[in-house]
């Protein structure tokens, strides 16, 4: 059981018998009523919710001890597939679709009878950093719900930061997780590559995507990935998790990289943020902190939207209007056919990468794009695992250049495309990589520093987090304004 | 005879017989109302992950190495793209930058090696069916294990080609990796043909996809042959394209040219792990490999004395061959000749067609033939008398010696010397006839021999023992 968080609290209060499941399970509902404005689901799944809580009264009224995450709510994002349950991955093409077969992770949560509130809301097929990319519209901020919460899993992070789910279940391709925990005050995870089963993930760019866990703390997250972190042998690219790697209190210093590039494009309002969390960490948790560099951080960006369209070109061919999407009422044939059902269906964004990734992959640019950028990959993960984090255990950066953006501030896509500088390169490595909050910029937004850990490091970096929470004591985790979630009625 | 020399190679595509498809459990068995043996990983639903069937990995390894292939160490599975209903994630898991096997090659019956160029593994597409003016796609066969063959433009003719697929054919069978039968689409090709003068460049080639039958292959060169050589006649130039052949008219007709080709956008599959096989699994394999036709073949001929023609129907079905061996075996004379007489004969005769052969289940034993073996070939019965013993078995279900006793041709040993002297004496005109060179009057002394032995005397030793009586 958690050490502490909101897992440990819901199921304490349950197993005390504050508060039956099915109580608990409603006020969640409830309180994701109230807060409908956040727009943070797509669908809800009460029935699912209250069934699950149910079984759960049932085995307390036995007396029976509650086995991780036994009881408490938690959210889907919209790309898992849940068997009867819509999964639309935020797109019209996927609108009502209610896939045949339960994801892995979904499996495992189904089993460990954790109710599902809802699918949270995301950025369409995961292709987006503000959440705005999604067929019903973006989820808003709950620190301010003038601004964006982040993306693609932005409805997670809105959803836990209001307390409207415990926790959530998101993806991570090139920052999803990492960078929405940022600008909503979360821990959010980005597990080393394989760590967590892909099987029922919707795929965006599959060797890049991740499923990881978005919480309200270090602990929360640890619990939630302890759980799903389970070789699938169904996923070729899931790795059986090292046991020795789960033993990960860590003892004595904790020796922390500082690479400059990576402040390169950040605010000051991040940036000192950052750097004041790593001079609390110096003295408070005895960590000693060096200077060390990635010089290849400048080709991270391209070599990661070259990769990450080629494989979704491929990936989402299958929405072709034959069985996913609305048919075309009219048409010549069958190629103006399926093109007519991808124009429709797929949003701006979903298209330009689509075409992106076709035109990398065509014969005669295959060489100099996707073979190149392959190439590059493979030196970056060599060069960022043997020279970057050769004297280091973790290395310490920003989540996000900036803070949470305002609605509708005008950003051309490569702009856009800039703001993920700080979290694609553990996505091209397989590294994993933890965003957790360590402060509030001038508007009173939350700011992620970032911790990018060695293959299979996870639980160490949860570790770390967790000491960053202690250190900070979470005294800059100012309560939500607006926000009528949950609250701390246990 | 036409002045230009026929180039061809073919891609050979090869339905796997393992059990389950490609990338899921699915049933991978042949037939099946549509769309039965489907799951949500074959039918390309979101989210789905392929887990390779490592099965049908082996088998392509056991193929490249009945091929004399070299089998690459490290394999990868790539993507290849293009919008087709029957294909439902919009892209075929294949192998094209890192196939599994690389070069070897198949010998033809004179001894020409036809190079192989690789062999890879893929996944079947699901099949297209037009009715009433709707088209239906029945996906039992998306998924299923396919490898294609690959060879260099080394045939000459359609009779290479045809000899080149039942080779091909006679070896997949023989390891057991695939039934390769035509009828059924586990083994259909796709035909490269060009013209050239002899000694020249290799021509522009046209491609006719999906032949799957011998003689639509035979038909398709043969017409494509004439077609480019009246083209090249008239001083034109071949278009480089792709081709259909129409089975009904044997013509082939223009699909789409080259300027229209796709562009299949190949990459790794990033969801499949390289495939990686080891010295160890390679040397396993190997030991699983039974002697194939070829080989059995030159052996029917080197140790039984068998016709080439022969050697090589015998050898042909791997269940033919095993049959063979273990009635020779049981003989305990180990003279392979007689046997290999009464199964062409006799045994060819009830079982004809190339299913059944391919099954082979007469109703008699190997043991049981092999009894029977042994009485022809140490005398006790004939020739005849063991076709007629042989057809009351396969009827009755008897053993050779009960057949025997039941039909008297049991008993004292003939004594043959003495009926071929009195088969003389009382045939003088006959035996005169022979001295004086008719070798033809033999016959009328052998049939009275047989005719007093009531069938029971060995035909091979009247015939040696009358000539030898006859020349002193």
């Avoid at chain 1, 009264?57 to 898992?80: C, H, M, Q, Y």
């Avoid at chain 1, 940036?271 to 969390?277: F, L, T």
């Avoid at chain 2, 060009?194 to 000694?199: A, E, I, Q, V, Y």
Wanted: proline share 5%.
């Amino acid at each position: 059981m958690a050490k502490s968080g909101r897992i440990k609290t819901i199921q304490s209060a349950l197993e005390r018998g504050k508060v039956s499941c099915t109580e608990i399970t409603r006020q969640y509902l409830d309180a994701i009523h109230r807060n409908d404005h956040l727009n943070a689901y797509i669908s809800l799944t009460a029935e699912t919710a209250l069934e699950t809580a149910v079984a759960v009264d049932a085995k307390l009224a036995r007396g029976e001890p509650l086995s991780a995450l036994e009881g408490v709510p938690f959210s889907l994002k919209d790309n898992i597939s849940t068997a009867g349950l819509e999964t639309s991955c935020a797109s019209e093409m996927l609108s009502g679709y209610k896939p045949s077969y339960d994801a892995f992770v979904w499996e495992i949560l189904r089993s460990a009878n954790a109710p599902l509130l809802g699918k949270a809301n995301m950025d369409e097929f995961a292709m987006g950093s503000t959440c705005e990319t999604s067929r019903v519209g973006g989820a808003k901020n709950p620190y301010n719900t003038e601004y964006v919460p982040g993306g693609s899993s932005g409805g997670s992070a809105g959803a836990v930061a209001a307390n409207i789910a415990a926790y959530s279940i998101g993806s991570d391709t090139g920052g999803s997780i990492r960078q929405p925990a940022s600008f909503c005050g979360l821990v959010g995870i980005k597990p080393t590559y394989g760590a967590v089963s892909r099987r029922g993930l919707i795929a965006y760019a599959s060797s890049l995507d991740q499923i990881g866990v978005l919480a309200q703390s270090a602990d929360d997250c640890a619990e939630v990935f302890r759980k799903i972190a389970v070789h699938d042998a169904l996923d070729m690219t899931s790795l059986p998790f090292p046991e020795s790697a789960e033993d990960a209190e860590s003892s004595g210093t904790v020796r922390i990289g500082v690479a400059e590039e990576f402040f390169d494009g950040a605010s000051s309002g991040v940036s000192n943020a950052v750097r004041d969390i790593i001079r609390t960490m110096e003295q408070i948790t005895g960590s000693s902190v060096s200077a060390v560099n990635f010089p290849l951080l400048k080709y991270a960006l391209p070599v990661y939207y070259i990769i990450a369209c080629a494989e979704a070109s491929s990936n989402l061919g299958r929405y072709d209007g034959i069985r996913y999407g609305r048919p075309a009422d009219a048409y010549d044939d069958i190629d103006d056919a399926i093109s007519r059902v991808r124009s429709a269906g797929f949003g701006a964004e979903v298209q330009r990468r689509i075409m992106l990734g076709t035109y990398t992959l065509s014969s005669g640019f295959f060489d100099a794009y996707y073979v190149k950028a392959r190439e590059l990959k493979q030196i970056m993960t060599y060069k960022f695992v043997n020279e970057t984090l050769s004297g280091v255990d973790f290395l310490i950066t920003p989540a996000a250049p900036t803070t949470a953006p305002k609605f509708g501030e005008q950003m051309s896509p490569v702009e856009m495309y800039l703001t993920d500088i700080c979290t694609v390169t553990a996505n091209l490595t397989g590294l994993p990589a933890i965003s957790v909050p360590c402060g509030f910029d001038s508007n009173g937004m939350p700011v992620g520093v970032q911790i990018i850990g060695k293959k299979f490091s996870d639980f160490k970096l949860l570790e770390l987090a967790a000491k960053i929470e202690r250190a900070t004591d979470r005294a800059f985790l100012a309560p939500l304004n607006g926000v009528n979630g949950m609250g701390v009625s246990l | 005879m036409s002045k230009y020399e026929v180039v061809i190679g073919l891609e050979t595509h090869i339905e796997l017989l393992t059990q389950s498809k490609l990338f899921c459990g699915c049933s991978a068995k042949f037939g099946g109302p549509p769309n039965t043996n489907v799951c949500p990983v074959c039918l390309g639903h979101p989210g789905v992950m392929p887990a390779l069937n490592r099965k049908a990995a082996e088998f392509t390894v056991i193929a490249g190495l009945a091929l004399g292939c070299k089998i690459a160490p490290l394999s990868y599975m790539d993507r290849k793209h293009y919008f087709y209903p029957d294909l439902p994630k919009a892209f075929q898991t294949s192998q094209f930058h890192h196939p599994i096997c690389v070069g070897g090659g198949v010998t033809l019956s004179d001894g020409r090696v036809m190079r192989l160029n690789h062999i890879h593994l893929e996944e079947d597409a699901g099949k297209l069916l037009h009715e009433r003016g709707k088209t239906l796609v029945d996906y039992n066969r998306g998924g299923v294990p396919l490898m294609e063959i690959v060879g260099e433009p080394d045939l000459r003719s359609a009779a290479d080609a045809a000899e080149y697929l039942e080779i091909l054919q006679g070896i997949m069978r023989t390891v057991g990796v695939s039934d390769c039968r035509m009828q059924e689409g586990s083994m259909r090709c796709d035909v490269n043909i060009s013209l050239r003068l002899p000694g020249a460049e290799y021509g522009i080639r046209a491609e006719i996809k999906n032949l799957n039958s011998f003689v639509s292959v035979r038909q398709a060169i043969e017409y494509e042959t004439e077609r480019q050589s009246d083209i090249l006649d008239a001083g034109g130039e071949v278009k480089q394209e792709t081709r259909g052949f129409d089975a009904g008219t044997g013509e082939t007709y223009s699909r789409r040219g080259k300027e229209n080709s796709d562009d299949y956008r190949y990459f790794p599959e990033p969801d499949i792990i390289p495939v990686r096989i080891t010295p160890a699994t390679i040397a396993r394999l190997s030991a699983q490999i039974p002697e194939l036709p070829r080989a059995r073949a030159a052996r029917y001929t080197e140790s039984f004395g068998l016709s080439e023609k022969d050697a090589a129907l015998l050898s042909k079905y791997r269940k033919v061959a095993e049959y063979f061996d273990a009635a020779v075996a049981e003989s305990s004379t180990g003279n392979g000749k007689s046997a290999a007489n009464l199964m062409l004969s006799q045994m060819f005769a009830k079982i004809s067609t190339e299913a059944e052969r391919e099954e082979w289940s007469p109703p008699i034993s190997a043991g049981r033939f092999g009894e029977l073996i042994a009485l022809a070939d140490s005398g006790k019965i004939n020739g005849s008398a063991a076709k007629r013993v042989l057809n009351a078995m396969w009827d009755s279900g008897k053993s050779a010696a009960e057949v025997v006793s039941e039909l008297g041709l049991d008993g004292p040993a003939v004594d043959v010397e003495s009926l071929c002297g009195a088969a003389i004496a009382a045939n003088p005109s006959a035996a005169a006839d022979f001295k004086a060179g008719k070798s033809k009057a033999l016959q009328a002394i052998i049939g009275y021999v047989m005719k007093a032995s009531r069938g029971k005397a060995p035909a091979d030793e009247v015939h040696s023992v009358l000539i030898r009586l006859l020349s002193e």
